[in-house]
C-alpha cells in the first residue's frame, strides 16, 4: 500500500514569508506526528495528533508555527515569518495507533529560507 | 533530556558485529531505535519496552536495562545494506513523544 507522502520535496523562500507542507499520512491510521530534523541531527519532535486534535504540542519551537489536522487524515504545516534558522527537513511520520507504536516515516520536505 | 549514543560513527567490514548504544539520564518507559539512510526516511528497527526484554529483527537484536536507563542495538555478521545511521528515541512515559539522540553513522565496506 501507499506510504505516508509530504508535498512539496523541496521548498525555497524567503525570509519573512509563510508556508505550508502537507503530510498524508498512511490510510487508516489515527496517529500522525510531526518532526524537524537538522543535517547531522536527529529528528525533533514538534507535535503529535491524536485524531484531529493536538495531543501534544510541546515541541512546536514559538507561536510562528501551527499544525492543523481538520479530517484526522492530512495534516498541515504552518510557519509563519519564516527565519533563516527554520531551515531543515520536515519529517512527518504517521502510526496505526498512538505511542509507542512504530512510527512510519515519510521522505521529507526540506525547506530552505533564504 | 536527549539521550546519548555512542559510538558516533564506527566502520565495519562485512561480516563484523557492532554495538551502539544508547544512554539516558532520565527514567524510560520505552526506547525504539530506526535506520537512516542518506537522504531516506528514518526506517522502524525495534521497540523495546521496559522490563529488560532483547528482541531480535533479522540480525539485528537490542537489549533494555531500565535500571540503567541504557539501550544496546547488536549488528551481526554485518552486511552492505546495513549502512546508514542508527538513531534510539526514548521516551518517558507511555503517551510522551520521542527524544531521538544525535545517531550513530555505520558504514559497512567490502
Known amino acids: 500500500g501507499a506510504g505516508v507522502s509530504q508535498t512539496p520535496s523541496n521548498k525555497v523562500t524567503e525570509k519573512g514569508k509563510y508556508v505550508e507542507l502537507r503530510c498524508d499520512p498512511i490510510?487508516?491510521?489515527?496517529?500522525l506526528y510531526w518532526y524537524r530534523q537538522s543535517l547531522g541531527q536527529g529528528p525533533e519532535f514538534l507535535i503529535y495528533f491524536q485524531g484531529t486534535g493536538a495531543a501534544d504540542d510541546s515541541g512546536l519551537p514559538n507561536d510562528r508555527f501551527f499544525a492543523v489536522r481538520p479530517e484526522g487524515s492530512v495534516s498541515t504545516l504552518k510557519i509563519q515569518r519564516t527565519e533563516r534558522g527554520d531551515s531543515a527537513v520536515y519529517l512527518c511520520?504517521?502510526?496505526?495507533?498512538?505511542?509507542?507504536?512504530?512510527?512510519?516515516f515519510g521522505p521529507g520536505t526540506r525547506l530552505t529560507v533564504l | 533530556q536527549q539521550p546519548v549514543q555512542s559510538p558516533q560513527a564506527v566502520i565495519l567490514r562485512e561480516g563484523e558485529d557492532a554495538v551502539i548504544n544508547c544512554s539516558s539520564s532520565k527514567a524510560l518507559y520505552s526506547v525504539h531505535w530506526y535506520r537512516q539512510k542518506h537522504g531516506e526516511a528514518p526506517v522502524f528497527l525495534m521497540i523495546?519496552?521496559?522490563?529488560?526484554e532483547q528482541k531480535g529483527h533479522e540480525k539485528i537484536s537490542a537489549s533494555f536495562n531500565e535500571k540503567k536507563q541504557q539501550s544496546s542495538l547488536y549488528l551481526t555478521a554485518s552486511q552492505l545494506s546495513y549502512s546508514g545511521t542508527y538513531f534510539c528515541?526514548?521516551?518517558?512515559?507511555?503517551?510522551?513523544?520521542?527524544?531521538f539522540g544525535k545517531g550513530t553513522r555505520l558504514s559497512v565496506i567490502a
Open positions: 511520520a504517521s502510526s496505526p495507533r498512538g505511542p509507542p507504536g512504530e512510527q512510519f
Open positions: 523495546l519496552l521496559k522490563g529488560g
Open positions: 490510510s487508516g491510521h489515527t496517529a
Open positions: 528515541g526514548t521516551a518517558a512515559g507511555g503517551n510522551t513523544p520521542l527524544v
